[in-house]
Structure formats: C-alpha cells, structure tokens
C-alpha cells in the first residue's frame, strides 16, 4: 500500500484569491449602481472598457515575463484594479485618458514591480495620479448630476455617452453634462464663507445629495466586505476616523473657512477610498496595528491635501504617500507575540 | 463555571466529529504481530529487557527507561519477542526506529497484577515511581513522560491543575468518547495527580462542542471534595493547545521559553488521567488506548480501545476500509497530523486518531499562489504572529529577522495555511525556517567550541613557551654568572704573573739587527766607495750594534723567564728555528771548511762558533720533537678551528666574487656609484686574503707540512684568476669608454686609470705571491739573510719614494709615484711578513 505523504495541515479553506477578488467586485455593485444612477452610463462603460485592457495588458505582460497566463488571469486582480481606477476616472473621460492609466497601473505599478503581490504602491492610484497631473483637463471634468439638468432621468443617452468617449461627439455637446464637484466648487469659492459658496453653489445646495448617495453605497459595500472578512476595520475605521476629527477640530474653530465633517466623510472619494482603496493589502502596512497607523494618516493626509492642496481630492497622492511609508510603519507595529511582555520592535537581525 | 478567557486568532474547521460517536468504545480485535517502538514519548528511547524468542506476558515490561525523561514498556498481550529492530514508526519524518515485535499467542495471558491499596499512604517519590514503571506518558500530542511532570511540585509551587479535555483538532473524538464511558477512572486518575501535586485549583478545559461528555462529567463530579471546575471553552482550534488553553482558561500566557510550571500551573491530558487511575488501581500499565478511526474511507468510523504496537491496518480492517477510497491516511488531526505511507505502522501511546481519508475529503493542496499580503493569516495567528512577515522572511532566507519576528513562538498549528487565499503552505516554510535556524545555531556552535578550543591550545603553548623561555634566561644568566666569576679568577691569576711579550721583544731585536745590518751595509759601501761620512757611520754600526745586543739580550732573558710548560709549543716556529740552527750549522761548517782550506781566520773561534751553532742546532731539534708530540695530541684541537677559517675563508671569497659580479655589472651598465662598488670590492678582496691566509696559517700551524704546498697553489690560483679578471676589466672599460664623452670620459678615464693601477697591484700582488711561496717553500733552506735584504731594500724603496712623493708636485707625477709607493709598501709589507715567520727565535 503506498499512500502520500504530505506535511499537516491536510486541509484547507476552500479559499482561494480569485474568490477573494469575485467578492470585492461584488461588493462594488451598490457604488457602480448609484453613480450610473446619478451621473449616466460613462461610469459603465470605463469600467467595461478598462477591465477589457486591463485583461489584455496582463495577459500582454504575462506572456512577456513568461509566466503562466490564466494561472495569473484567473486570480481576478486586474479586473479589481481597473475598477478602481474607472470609477475614479469621470464618466465623459476619453478613451485613450483610461487606456493610458490601466497600462500604467497594469504593466507598470504592477508588473514591473513583479507582479501580484510585490507592487509597493496601488496600482490604481499611481495611474489616477499620473492622469491628473498629465491631464488636468480631462481629468477635472467631472459630470453634473441628472438632478440639476432638469425633471425625469435626464442623462445623456448611452449611445451619445459612448460616442463623447471614444470621440465622435464634440466636446460642446458633453459640456453641458458636465460640472463641477462639490470639492472643487468648495476648492474654488474664491473668498467666500463656507456658507455663502454652500447658498451660491447649484451643485453644493442642490446636487449634494447624489455624492451623499454614491459614498452611502460605498460604505454598503464596505460593510458586505468587513462582514465576510475581506477586510478588517483597522484601516478603514482610523481613517475615516481621522478624517472625522481633523475637520471636525477646524470645523469647530472655523465654520467659515473649513467644510464640515459630514462634508468630507460623505464627498468625494473619501468612502471609496476607505473600503475599497487603502484596504489593498499588498501596498499597505501588514499588522493590524500598522493598519491603523496607515489608514489614521491616510485620513489626516487627505484632510490636509482637500483643505490646503492644489487638488480638490487628495486621496490619490495620500495613498501613495502612505504606501511609501507602510514598510517603515511594519518595522514598529509588530504585535505582542503570546508569551511576550512587550513586542518587538525595529528590523532585527542584519539589514 | 469560572469566566473563560479569550486567545487571538482560532479558526474553526469543519467539525467530522459526529460520524464516529455513534457507537460506543469497541475492543479492537487482537492482533497476530504487534510492534512496539523503543520510542514513543519525548526523551531517550526504552532499553529493552527481553531477548528474541522470549516468552512475555500481557503486562510485563519488556523495555525499560533510560534517564529521568523515558518512559518503560510493556506487553501489550502475551506472546513471544519475534525480532528486535528497525520497523517504519508513526513520525513525519517516515523514518524506520527500533521496535521490538511480539507474535501474540491468543491467550492473552495477563501477568499478575494488582493495584495499591492505599496511594495516600505512600511515599509521593514511591507512587511517582509506580506511575513511571507503568510507562505513562502523556496521550495527547507529544507524549512527555507523565512521571516528570508529577514531580514538578519538588521545585515548582503548583497552584492550577488543567485537565485538557478541549479535543480541539476536528475528527478526533477519542477524549469525547472516554468522557462519556470512563469519567470515574478519570475523576480517580485527577485523584492521584491532585495527591501529588496539591493544587489549590483544577480545571477541566471542555470545548463547547462535547455536550454529552459535559454532562457526564458535571455528574460524576456531583458532591466531589476537589475544587475542580469544568470550563467549557467555545469550539475554535487551536483551544486545546497548552498554552492556549492556560490562555483561556486563566488569561494568563506563558512566557515565551518557560514551561507552565513556571507560572504554577501544570496541564494533563484527560486521557492520561484514566491512564493513571489504572495504573495506581488495577496496576495495570500503559499497554491499550482509545484510537478514532475515522474519514470517509472507512464504512463504520468508530472509536476503538487499540492495544499499543497493533498495526493501523487491523484497525483499518475493524472499522471496513474501502481500500479503493482510501487517498491518505493522517495519524492524529487533519490539522496537525502526520501522514502515513504505509498500514503496518504501529499504534503508540499518543495515536489518538486515524484519519482514512478520501480524495474528496483531503485533496491535493492547489498550486501555490503570490501572497497578497491579505492579512487573513494575522487574523488567525493563536500566538498572534505575522505569519506572512514570517512566510516572506524564511523564504528570503532573511532568518535573523524572522527570529525577531518570534519565529520560535510558531507552534504549527496550521490555522494560517488554513486560512491562506494563496494556498501557500505556510508551515513548511516555517519548519524549513526554524530546522534552518538550528543547524545554523549548531554549527555556530561548534564553530564557536572550535574556536574556543584552538584559542585555549594557543594559550598553552604560548604559556610553555615562554616558560621554557625563562628557563632559558635562568640558564644563561647562571651560566654568564659563573663565566664571570672564572673570567675574575683568571685575570687575577694572569694578572700577578707579567705578561713577558716574548714576540714583541723578537721583533724589537730583529729590528734592531736589520737596523745594525744595514748601518754595517752603509759603513762598508762607504769604505768600498771611499766616500761619505765614514766615522759618523761606524758611529751608527756601533750604535746599531749596542742596541742589538741589548734587544737580543732582553729577548733572552724573557725567553728563559718564560715557563717551559705554557710554551704554547709553536711547533711551526721550533720546526724553523731548528732549520735555521741547522742552516747556521752547516753554515758555520762551511766557513770552517773555508777558513781551513785557505788557512786564514780565526780557525778556534770558527770552531768554537761551529760547536756552539751544532748545540744550538741540537737543542732546536730536540725542541721541536718534543713539540710535535705535544703538538699531535693539539691537532685535534686545531682541527674546528681549521674548519672555521676554512669557511671564512670560503665565505669571504664568495662575497668577494659577489661584489666582483656586481662591479661588473655596474661598469657594463655605466659609471654610477662605481666608485663605492670598487671600494667594497677592494676591501673585500682584502678580506678574502686575510682570511686565506689565516687559514693557510692556521693550516701550517696545525703541523701538516704538506698543507701549505697544496693550500699555496689554491691561493695561486685565485690570484691568478683575480689577475686575468682585472684584466678583463680593464679591456672592457677601455671599450667603454670609447663611447664616452665629456665629463663622462674624464669620469670614466679616470676610473679607467683606477683600474690600470688596480691591475697592475693585481699583478704585483700574484708576483709577489709567486715570490712568497717561492720563499714560504724554500723555508727550510732560506737565506735569511737575503730575505732580511729585500726586507730592508723594500722599505728603503719606500721611504725613498715618500721622499719623493714630498717633493715632487706635478700631479700627473705624484700619481704615478703613490701608485708606485703602494706597490713598494706592499711588497716591504710582504717582505717583513715572510721574514718575521721564518725568523728564528
């Protein structure tokens, strides 16, 4: 009788990383749903445009470092990247804009990184960063919600949608589908109090409620995720957290001049950042102490570069920011080991 | 119920325990063969006790402990020992071990036993040496000698006995089961272990998940006198590790290197409890324990009370094995089990469970994955590790930091391979890691003893020699003390007797007479020639005279003052003065002969002088005999010294030739630092005949008359060959400087000019060598008085070209006159050498 020999454990939780990746893209169906509600079908079709580059890259690259293609593809992270970025990416954003970023994030922050799992910085974000400094234009000109272009669902077809991306519509046409952001009308107020640009701003008095909904829907999603494990609360919890207090501090000392804290929690990226963004393991500190430290100054971080940056949303350059500093933040949060007083705490051993 | 504690991480496998307690606890059938390991518990392996072909009956112990962590062994069933050596044991490593292998005889034959009437009444040191000759060792996991333990009251203060009962691993039901059946002879065995260790506290750890066996137990423990708890644990493996389990059910964590005994608390397996209980009631020994067998390979998964040593494949074959089904075969859990190839392994004292596994059940572990550095094995950590911080640094082979990352602490639970979404199979890389670690630990170890020992056999011969060292210096300055005083002695000895320079008075005299000679020269050429001062020059011959006379006369006296004993006895010197008494003799012969044939003279003096000189030839004779034999006794003697000189000689040669070379070399190259060389050489050459004529001295002084004939031709030689070199020389340096111009010609003439004369003292030299064995050979029948002549010519030739030198001053003159003088003072030199060696004393 000759049976195998294996070493313990002989049993595994049927848990594999595609099945991981399939319930992050899941969980981004209540955000994918509300901005295609409120802002028209661009959302969809950057997503449907950028996971087919982001699949064709891969293999692309797969196939050049010699590595087994569907071994690789099947995992499902290129499809959650390039999510992330085409939801990030506004929904008129031509089509060349999305296919520049998902080659950067794909070929570039990851694989020549060495692949899933050795990427130091997130692949989406070095993409979104390298966009909005490369084209500001493009990259600014987000979509009015439908709620201020009139009664009904008045979103641009999605035949006209699809043209205005992949350039046969003439850009007179989308401008009047397009607006500023919250941030931006905020960013941009020119000397007025908080109040007086809330009053003056259509977008800020009226069309709030759609950013309001679309990070609502984030946040389900994050919670599906923290329910089945996906996640742990430790980064998304301490910075939205810091985030919540550093405005509320200025808040609190300035209404005039700073936003309020439900403002900065429930606009922009900061939702989608929180659960969906700074929870991608590979790029963010290891323990669940260093995630707390990570995700607290990603919040501060944000909050700093919203107030007094040159961008509107500091999410991007926060995220990398942190990512650079996640391997030093791994050297002092080790935990306590059982049987240890206290942990330890530098790199140990030689260098 | 006490409050439970919590630990970090715990994962919470599927259960598969209810499959097999659906029937109660089955004897298995007796086996044919049983084979029973050496080494089934933690310490030195068993000695056995018994021989091949001995008859043993169930009980008996057939091997014994070795050292104080061993456990004994017993027969599981009567029988004969069949063989004792290697047979494939239950272990990962799937190595062979010794097992002594009994061929049961089917009676089952109990050997006769009986259990102590009243425990309490012994000594706690003899009941614990019950316990350890009944072979108990811990039946959970690891199998520590059960005895050890007990005794860790002597030097532990034990405050909390924990009974581990939590049976977290799934499948395994086997703890489950003995609750349910046997919780009297548990409640004894705590009993017992309670006597010996006096704990204020004991506690039953119980996952939640053994509802029935909860029960049972709070019943049996119903109006107990112990303080014992039950704390039911909520099911999450690993709840039944040690240190879990004191995690949970005290809150306190034992520190990381310390056993629980150090924070007075001791753990014992339940089953070894009933173990015990047997032991000390019935007296019977470990020989039989309760084993699972279980998975979807097996029809009837049940739990089986399994004889030590019986193989798995009768267990198998006890609960209907679908052989076809069957894919892998696990002994223990599915978490930290081993895998067996092979169904002829024995059951030992820590088989709790056998898992028959199907393909479906346990499959292949799926290709390995990247990491994603997703967490999820943080999160399950029950020692809350960073298991990916691990898995990253053991396969970078970066162990340093995966030591400062606890690595040690790992206990290979499994529950982050488990949990991993990449199928990484994290435990072997950290079993690759720790073993890693350990061999690199051992050989710094050796290294380090290695070194240790090198640097400590270093000290010692450093120590030896410098004490050998001091020995030295105390010898030596012993020995310098004692020279010292000699020396003191001996100066004072020489001190009191006047030192009689006999040789310097010789010479005085010998001067004085060549001076009379010479006065007597001058007065007759004065006569002869009629010319001259001649009564200022009788003035000097008388004078001369006078002063001979005196020296010979004080040459006499200190020769005769001279102690006849420490006449050194120059046997050389006795030799000529007895050829020249003999050449006097025969001389005064002659102008005896002479005086009488012309018959003129004074024929009675001549006579007279002629019988003088023929006494003093006959004394010298007799001298010199008798010194020859002293002399042959001091050859002996004179023969190192020989050597000596010998080798100078040769040495001095050698360098000379070295320099020569190096000259020569410098004049092919140019005219640099020729000057120094040709200086050096010089010397040298002057050495090397010092020495050679030191030796050849030496040589003829040792008293072979032969030697200076054949050492002659030697020194010939080499001054012929210096001749032709110089020769050489100077053709080459007349070629050279040809080529020359200038200031470099004027340099170069110069030292062509150097070498000229150098060559022509080269010459002289090897003529008056020539001359000098012509005269050293001619010793015996020397004219002396010629000898005496040329001497004195030589030194007048010298005086008179010092006069002229004096006077003369065009430089080109006084060149060729100092070149001329050197020649003449070397040639007087010589002369007076040759005539001072052959001057009679």
Same mark, same amino acid.
């Given at each position: 009788?000759?049976?195998?020999?294996?070493?313990?454990?002989?049993? %595994?939780?049927?848990?594999?990383?595609?099945?991981?990746?399939?319930?992050?893209?899941?969980?981004?169906?209540?955000?994918?749903?509300?901005?295609?509600?409120?802002?028209?079908?661009?959302?969809?079709?950057?997503?449907?445009?950028?996971?087919?580059?982001?699949?064709?890259?891969?293999?692309?690259?797969?196939?050049?470092?010699?590595?087994?293609?569907?071994?690789?593809?099947?995992?499902?992270?290129?499809?959650?990247?390039?999510?992330?970025?085409?939801?990030?990416?506004?929904?008129?954003?031509?089509?060349?804009?999305?296919?520049?970023?998902?080659?950067?994030?794909?070929?570039?922050?990851?694989?020549?990184?060495?692949?899933?799992?050795?990427?130091?910085?997130?692949?989406?974000?070095?993409? %979104?960063?390298?966009?909005?400094?490369?084209?500001?234009?493009?990259?600014?000109?987000?979509?009015?919600?439908?709620?201020?272009?009139?009664?009904?669902?008045?979103?641009?077809?999605?035949?006209?949608?699809?043209?205005?991306?992949?350039?046969?519509?003439?850009?007179?046409?989308?401008?009047?589908?397009?607006?500023?952001?919250?941030?931006?009308?905020?960013?941009?107020?020119?000397?007025?109090?908080?109040?007086?640009?809330?009053?003056?701003?259509?977008?800020?008095?009226?069309?709030?409620?759609?950013?309001?909904?679309?990070?609502?829907?984030?946040?389900?999603?994050?919670?599906?995720?923290? %329910?089945?494990?996906?996640?742990?609360?430790?980064?998304?919890?301490?910075?939205?957290?810091?985030?919540?207090?550093?405005?509320?501090?200025?808040?609190?000392?300035?209404?005039?001049?700073?936003?309020?804290?439900?403002?900065?929690?429930?606009?922009?990226?900061?939702?989608?950042?929180?659960?969906?963004?700074?929870?991608?393991?590979?790029?963010?500190?290891?323990?669940?102490?260093?995630?707390?430290?990570?995700?607290?100054?990603?919040?501060?971080?944000?909050?700093?570069?919203?107030?007094?940056?040159?961008?509107?949303?500091?999410?991007?350059?926060?995220?990398?920011?942190?990512?650079?500093?996640?391997?030093?933040?791994?050297? %002092?949060?080790?935990?306590?080991?059982?049987?240890?007083?206290?942990?330890?705490?530098?790199?140990?051993?030689?260098? | 119920?006490?409050?439970?504690?919590?630990?970090?991480?715990?994962?919470?496998?599927?259960?598969?325990?209810?499959?097999?307690?659906?029937?109660?606890?089955?004897?298995? &059938?007796?086996?044919?063969?049983?084979?029973?390991?050496?080494?089934?518990?933690?310490?030195?392996?068993?000695?056995?006790?018994?021989?091949?072909?001995?008859?043993?009956?169930?009980?008996?112990?057939?091997?014994?402990?070795?050292?104080?962590?061993?456990?004994?062994?017993?027969?599981?069933?009567?029988?004969?020992?069949?063989?004792?050596?290697?047979?494939?044991?239950?272990?990962?490593?799937?190595?062979?071990?010794?097992? #002594?292998?009994?061929?049961?005889?089917?009676?089952?034959?109990?050997?006769?036993?009986?259990?102590?009437?009243?425990?309490?009444?012994?000594?706690?040191?003899?009941?614990?040496?019950?316990?350890?000759?009944?072979?108990?060792?811990?039946?959970?996991?690891?199998?520590?000698?059960?005895?050890?333990?007990?005794?860790?009251?002597?030097?532990?203060?034990?405050?909390?006995?924990?009974?581990?009962?939590?049976?977290? !691993?799934?499948?395994?039901?086997?703890?489950?089961?003995?609750?349910?059946?046997?919780?009297?002879?548990?409640?004894?065995?705590?009993?017992?272990?309670?006597?010996?260790?006096?704990?204020?506290?004991?506690? #039953?750890?119980?996952?939640?998940?053994?509802?029935?066996?909860?029960?049972?137990?709070?019943?049996?423990?119903?109006?107990?006198?112990?303080?014992?708890?039950?704390?039911?644990?909520?099911?999450?493996?690993?709840?039944?590790?040690?240190?879990?389990?004191?995690?949970?059910?005290?809150?306190?964590?034992?520190?990381?290197?310390?056993?629980?005994?150090?924070?007075?608390?001791?753990?014992?397996?339940?089953?070894?409890?009933?173990?015990?209980?047997?032991?000390?009631?019935?007296?019977?020994?470990? #020989?039989?324990?309760?084993?699972?067998?279980?998975?979807?390979?097996?029809?009837?998964?049940?739990?089986?009370?399994?004889?030590?040593?019986?193989?798995?494949?009768?267990?198998?074959?006890?609960?209907?094995?679908?052989?076809?089904?069957?894919?892998?075969?696990?002994?223990?859990?599915?978490?930290?089990?081993?895998?067996?190839?092979?169904?002829?392994?024995?059951?030992?004292?820590?088989?709790?469970?056998?898992?028959?596994?199907?393909?479906?059940?346990?499959?292949?572990?799926?290709?390995?994955?990247?990491?994603?550095?997703?967490?999820?094995?943080?999160?399950?950590?029950?020692?809350?590790?960073? &298991?990916?911080?691990?898995?990253?640094?053991?396969?970078?082979?970066?162990?340093?930091?995966?030591?400062?990352?606890?690595?040690?602490?790992?206990?290979?639970?499994?529950?982050?391979?488990?949990?991993?979404?990449?199928?990484?199979?994290?435990?072997?890389?950290?079993?690759?890691?720790?073993?890693?670690?350990?061999?690199?630990?051992?050989?710094?170890?050796?290294?380090?003893?290695?070194?240790?020992?090198?640097?400590?056999?270093?000290?010692?011969?450093?120590?030896?020699?410098?004490?050998?060292?001091?020995?030295?210096?105390?010898?030596?300055?012993?020995?310098?003390?004692?020279?010292?005083?000699?020396?003191?002695?001996?100066?004072?000895?020489?001190?009191?007797?006047?030192?009689?320079?006999?040789?310097?008075?010789?010479?005085?005299?010998?001067?004085?007479?060549?001076?009379?000679?010479?006065?007597?020269?001058?007065?007759?050429?004065?006569?002869?020639?009629?010319?001259?001062?001649?009564?200022?020059?009788?003035?000097?011959?008388?004078?001369?005279?006078?002063?001979?006379?005196?020296?010979?006369?004080?040459?006499?006296?200190?020769?005769?003052?001279?102690?006849?004993?420490?006449?050194?006895?120059?046997?050389?010197?006795?030799?000529?003065?007895?050829?020249?008494?003999?050449?006097?003799?025969?001389?005064?012969?002659?102008?005896?002969?002479?005086?009488?044939?012309?018959?003129?003279?004074?024929?009675?003096?001549?006579?007279?002088?002629?019988?003088?000189?023929?006494?003093?030839?006959?004394?010298?004779?007799?001298?010199?005999?008798?010194?020859?034999?002293?002399?042959?006794?001091?050859?002996?003697?004179?023969? &190192?010294?020989?050597?000596?000189?010998?080798?100078?000689?040769?040495?001095?040669?050698?360098?000379?030739?070295?320099?020569?070379?190096?000259?020569?070399?410098?004049?092919?190259?140019?005219?640099?630092?020729?000057?120094?060389?040709?200086?050096?050489?010089?010397?040298?050459?002057?050495?090397?005949?010092?020495?050679?004529?030191?030796?050849?001295?030496?040589?003829?002084?040792?008293?072979?008359?032969?030697?200076?004939?054949?050492?002659?031709?030697?020194?010939?030689?080499?001054?012929?060959?210096?001749?032709?070199?110089?020769?050489?020389?100077?053709?080459?340096?007349?070629?050279?400087?040809?080529?020359?111009?200038?200031?470099?010609?004027?340099?170069?003439?110069?030292?062509?000019?150097?070498?000229?004369?150098?060559?022509?003292?080269?010459?002289?030299?090897?003529?008056?060598?020539?001359?000098?064995?012509?005269?050293?050979?001619?010793?015996?029948?020397?004219?002396?008085?010629?000898?005496?002549?040329?001497?004195?010519?030589?030194?007048?030739?010298?005086?008179?070209?010092?006069?002229?030198?004096?006077?003369? !001053?065009?430089?080109?003159?006084?060149?060729?006159?100092?070149?001329?003088?050197?020649?003449?003072?070397?040639?007087?030199?010589?002369?007076?050498?040759?005539?001072?060696?052959?001057?009679?004393?």
């Amino acid at each position: 009788m000759s049976l195998i020999r294996m070493s313990s454990p002989h049993v %595994y939780k049927t848990n594999t990383t595609a099945n991981v990746m399939r319930l992050v893209l899941l969980a981004t169906l209540p955000g994918i749903l509300a901005l295609t509600f409120f802002f028209g079908w661009g959302t969809l079709i950057q997503i449907v445009w950028a996971g087919a580059l982001a699949l064709a890259f891969e293999a692309a690259i797969l196939k050049l470092r010699r590595r087994p293609i569907m071994f690789y593809l099947n995992d499902g992270s290129a499809l959650v990247t390039a999510l992330l970025l085409a939801v990030a990416i506004p929904p008129f954003a031509p089509w060349w804009v999305t296919a520049v970023g998902v080659f950067v994030a794909i070929v570039i922050a990851k694989h020549l990184y060495g692949g899933l799992g050795q990427n130091p910085f997130n692949p989406a974000m070095v993409a %979104y960063a390298l966009l909005l400094i490369s084209f500001p234009v493009e990259m600014t000109r987000w979509t009015a919600p439908f709620v201020l272009n009139g009664e009904g669902w008045p979103v641009a077809s999605f035949m006209d949608t699809l043209g205005a991306i992949f350039g046969s519509v003439e850009h007179v046409w989308y401008d009047s589908f397009t607006g500023a952001t919250p941030l931006d009308e905020l960013r941009h107020r020119s000397g007025l109090t908080t109040e007086e640009t809330w009053r003056q701003s259509l977008v800020l008095s009226q069309g709030i409620g759609a950013w309001h909904a679309v990070s609502a829907a984030w946040f389900m999603g994050g919670i599906f995720l923290l %329910y089945r494990k996906i996640i742990t609360w430790h980064a998304p919890i301490s910075m939205l957290l810091a985030l919540a207090i550093s405005a509320t501090l200025f808040y609190g000392f300035d209404p005039d001049n700073y936003a309020d804290p439900f403002f900065h929690l429930s606009t922009g990226a900061t939702m989608l950042a929180a659960f969906f963004i700074i929870t991608d393991p590979v790029s963010s500190a290891t323990s669940n102490r260093g995630r707390i430290i990570f995700g607290a100054s990603i919040g501060v971080l944000i909050f700093i570069i919203r107030t007094w940056g040159n961008y509107p949303d500091g999410v991007a350059f926060a995220v990398l920011l942190m990512n650079l500093a996640a391997p030093f933040i791994d050297l %002092y949060s080790q935990p306590r080991s059982y049987g240890h007083s206290q942990s330890n705490k530098g790199r140990g051993g030689k260098a | 119920m006490g409050k439970v504690f919590a630990f970090h991480g715990g994962i919470h496998p599927p259960e598969n325990k209810k499959q097999s307690t659906r029937t109660p606890i089955r004897k298995a &059938p007796l086996p044919k063969l049983l084979y029973l390991p050496l080494q089934q518990h933690i310490g030195m392996a068993a000695s056995p006790l018994v021989n091949v072909g001995d008859r043993v009956l169930k009980g008996q112990m057939i091997a014994e402990p070795v050292g104080r962590i061993s456990a004994s062994l017993h027969a599981p069933t009567s029988g004969t020992i069949r063989s004792i050596g290697p047979h494939p044991v239950p272990h990962a490593s799937g190595l062979e071990s010794d097992c #002594i292998v009994i061929e049961s005889d089917g009676q089952d034959e109990w050997l006769e036993h009986k259990g102590l009437e009243d425990y309490t009444q012994l000594e706690p040191s003899a009941l614990i040496e019950h316990i350890r000759r009944c072979g108990i060792a811990g039946m959970g996991g690891a199998g520590f000698p059960t005895d050890v333990k007990l005794h860790l009251g002597d030097d532990h203060i034990v405050n909390t006995l924990i009974i581990n009962a939590a049976e977290c !691993e799934p499948y395994i039901t086997a703890d489950d089961m003995l609750m349910r059946e046997r919780a009297h002879e548990i409640l004894g065995g705590i009993r017992v272990i309670s006597h010996l260790l006096k704990p204020s506290h004991i506690m #039953i750890g119980i996952e939640d998940n053994k509802s029935h066996a909860i029960h049972t137990l709070e019943s049996v423990l119903k109006g107990c006198d112990l303080n014992i708890d039950i704390r039911v644990v909520p099911t999450k493996y690993p709840s039944g590790g040690e240190r879990q389990l004191i995690q949970l059910l005290t809150g306190l964590e034992v520190p990381s290197g310390h056993i629980p005994a150090d924070i007075g608390i001791v753990c014992q397996n339940i089953g070894t409890t009933a173990a015990i209980y047997r032991a000390v009631h019935h007296g019977e020994p470990l #020989i039989s324990r309760i084993v699972t067998v279980t998975g979807d390979a097996v029809a009837q998964p049940q739990n089986l009370e399994a004889l030590i040593g019986t193989p798995f494949a009768d267990l198998l074959d006890a609960a209907n094995v679908y052989e076809n089904k069957l894919y892998r075969l696990v002994m223990g859990g599915p978490m930290m089990g081993v895998t067996i190839e092979h169904d002829q392994i024995p059951v030992i004292k820590t088989t709790n469970c056998i898992i028959a596994a199907t393909i479906d059940e346990m499959p292949p572990a799926p290709p390995e994955q990247p990491c994603i550095r997703c967490n999820m094995c943080e999160q399950v950590c029950p020692v809350t590790l960073l &298991p990916q911080q691990l898995y990253w640094f053991s396969k970078g082979r970066e162990f340093d930091k995966a030591k400062h990352h606890n690595l040690f602490d790992c206990i290979e639970c499994g529950a982050c391979a488990y949990v991993c979404p990449s199928s990484i199979p994290l435990v072997q890389y950290y079993r690759f890691a720790k073993s890693e670690i350990r061999t690199e630990e051992a050989e710094q170890r050796k290294a380090d003893h290695a070194r240790e020992r090198f640097e400590a056999r270093q000290a010692r011969l450093e120590r030896e020699q410098e004490e050998k060292e001091a020995r030295r210096k105390a010898r030596a300055e012993e020995a310098a003390r004692a020279q010292k005083a000699r020396k003191s002695a001996e100066t004072e000895t020489t001190a009191a007797e006047p030192v009689q320079d006999i040789n310097a008075l010789k010479t005085a005299a010998a001067v004085a007479r060549t001076k009379l000679k010479k006065a007597q020269k001058a007065l007759d050429a004065a006569r002869d020639s009629g010319e001259g001062d001649i009564p200022a020059l009788e003035a000097a011959v008388q004078a001369a005279q006078t002063s001979s006379e005196q020296a010979q006369q004080a040459l006499e006296k200190a020769e005769g003052a001279k102690p006849a004993a420490p006449a050194a006895v120059d046997t050389k010197q006795l030799k000529t003065a007895a050829a020249v008494a003999r050449t006097k003799l025969k001389k005064a012969q002659k102008a005896l002969d002479a005086a009488r044939e012309s018959g003129e003279g004074d024929l009675a003096t001549l006579e007279a002088a002629l019988k003088a000189a023929q006494e003093s030839a006959d004394q010298a004779q007799q001298a010199f005999e008798q010194a020859e034999s002293g002399a042959s006794t001091d050859a002996a003697a004179a023969g &190192p010294d020989l050597k000596q000189l010998k080798t100078a000689a040769a040495v001095a040669r050698t360098k000379l030739k070295k320099a020569r070379d190096a000259l020569k070399n410098a004049e092919d190259k140019g005219l640099e630092g020729l000057d120094k060389l040709r200086a050096t050489l010089t010397t040298l050459e002057q050495k090397a005949d010092e020495a050679d004529k030191a030796y050849k001295d030496a040589e003829s002084a040792a008293g072979a008359s032969a030697a200076p004939a054949q050492a002659a031709p030697i020194d010939m030689k080499a001054l012929k060959q210096q001749v032709s070199i110089m020769r050489t020389k100077l053709k080459k340096a007349e070629a050279a400087l040809d080529g020359l111009e200038g200031d470099e010609r004027t340099q170069a003439e110069q030292a062509l000019e150097e070498l000229r004369q150098r060559h022509a003292e080269a010459d002289k030299a090897f003529k008056a060598a020539e001359q000098a064995q012509i005269d050293a050979a001619a010793a015996q029948g020397v004219d002396l008085k010629q000898l005496k002549i040329d001497a004195a010519m030589a030194r007048a030739a010298v005086t008179k070209l010092e006069r002229a030198l004096a006077k003369t !001053e065009e430089a080109q003159e006084r060149t060729s006159i100092e070149a001329e003088l050197v020649t003449a003072r070397d040639k007087a030199e010589q002369l007076n050498k040759t005539l001072q060696q052959h001057e009679p004393a």
